[in-house]
């Protein structure tokens, strides 16, 4: 599927895995096309031999080239270039999400500020199932970092606080995450029965992040694309996706995975919104488009009763103001929500005038 960006004519490669340097591939992109990007960069571990088991099996631990860095000057030349990348073809409002160990996360978190990119949280992913430290020389090894950015201080990224927080049971999402490492049948295999990617991350991890800071049909980059975790969770819940990657076996594996994804029902993809992402309705419009005459009589849930004014103002034998105003003098509070305090009367029956600021609402989605 192709997509045009809204500052260029070039097509936008939807749903497509391109082969290349994600350097070279993220340059040739329209600027200012991608919604969100998630990297999973190399994380330059710098293993020196190899990684035993105190049975003495060896750990399958990361050795692949594509984590081989002759220095940690070569290792920033390389963040720096692909964090610019990056950044070029990220929409005015868009994010980024970076994920690292100790081992180059702080040193992907200067080169993101020295881009230009505005932090706005890191996230520490507690996994319940972390590897143990077989040589017993230093503490398990049980988190990851992620770094959650704004491409620069104006920015207004995409935040489902009110979904998250439904996630959490109704709790304040925290930047702490207690979630597993990928395991079982989750855990992809190659020809060979091995694990096909050495780093593969799991789906409930990018399932939190694509629902917290993405909306259905947004487009969501991954430059160290893999296997394609993040492709899957993008199909699933309704967005698109370009991955970036130049390993063959990887490509293969990720192609096959994601012919088997089927995204959820279009319906199940909505998400608990917050109030005030929700167009702003002054009480005033109600009367200037006759929903509410000037005149009619509210009341309130102790039965008195306020008329409404030409400019959109309540009055009462004690009181003149707004209808948050009003409600909060005739109850004696602080404070007052007009809009679910104020019923008017239609068929007898009294109905919140909420309801008629949603009908606007529904008009202008």
């Known amino acids: 599927m192709m997509k045009t960006s809204g500052t260029e004519a070039a097509p936008l490669p939807l749903d497509e895995i391109l082969r290349g340097d994600c350097i070279d591939l993220m340059n040739a992109l329209p600027e200012a096309s991608v919604d969100l990007i998630f990297a999973d960069p190399p994380y330059n571990l710098q293993l020196k031999g190899e990684l035993h088991r105190p049975d003495n099996s060896r750990v399958d631990a990361v050795d692949d080239d594509w984590d081989q860095f002759s220095s940690f000057a070569a290792y920033d030349a390389f963040t720096k270039a692909w964090l610019k990348a990056a950044r070029r073809i990220l929409k005015p409002d868009g994010a980024i999400w970076v994920i690292g160990s100790y081992h180059n996360i702080f040193r992907v978190g200067a080169a993101l500020q020295d881009q230009g990119f505005w932090i706005l949280n890191d996230v520490v992913w507690r996994k319940s199932n972390p590897m143990p430290n077989f040589k017993g020389k230093r503490l398990t090894n049980a988190h990851e970092t992620m770094i959650w950015a704004g491409r620069d201080e104006k920015s207004k990224p995409t ?45 409930s991890l990018l399932h ?158």
């Open 159 to 203: 935040f489902n606080y009110d979904a998250l927080k439904a996630l959490n049971e109704g709790t304040q999402m925290r930047s702490d995450w207690v979630l597993p490492i990928c395991s079982g049948h989750e855990r992809l295999k190659d020809g060979k029965g091995d694990k096909a990617h050495p780093t593969q991350k799991p789906q």
């Open 208 to 365: 939190r992040v694509l629902v917290g800071s993405t909306n259905p049909g947004d487009v969501v980059l991954d430059p160290f694309f893999g296997t394609g975790t993040t492709g899957a969770v993008a199909k699933m819940l309704g967005r698109h996706f370009i991955g970036l990657e130049r390993d063959e076996g990887y490509i293969e594996v990720a192609t096959k995975r994601l012919s088997k994804i089927v995204p959820y029902e279009k319906a199940a993809l909505e998400v608990t919104t917050s109030k005030r992402a929700e167009p702003r309705i002054p009480f005033g419009q109600l009367v200037e488009r006759g929903l509410l005459r000037p005149g009619e009589t509210l009341v309130n849930p102790k039965g008195i009763a306020a008329k409404v004014r030409a400019d959109g103002t309540l009055s009462t034998k004690t009181h003149k103001g707004s209808i948050h105003q009003v409600g909060a003098a005739l109850d004696g509070a602080p404070s007052c929500n007009g809009w679910t305090y104020w019923r008017f009367v239609r068929d007898g029956q009294h109905v919140p005038i909420d309801q008629l600021r949603q009908q606007i609402r529904s008009e202008l989605s």
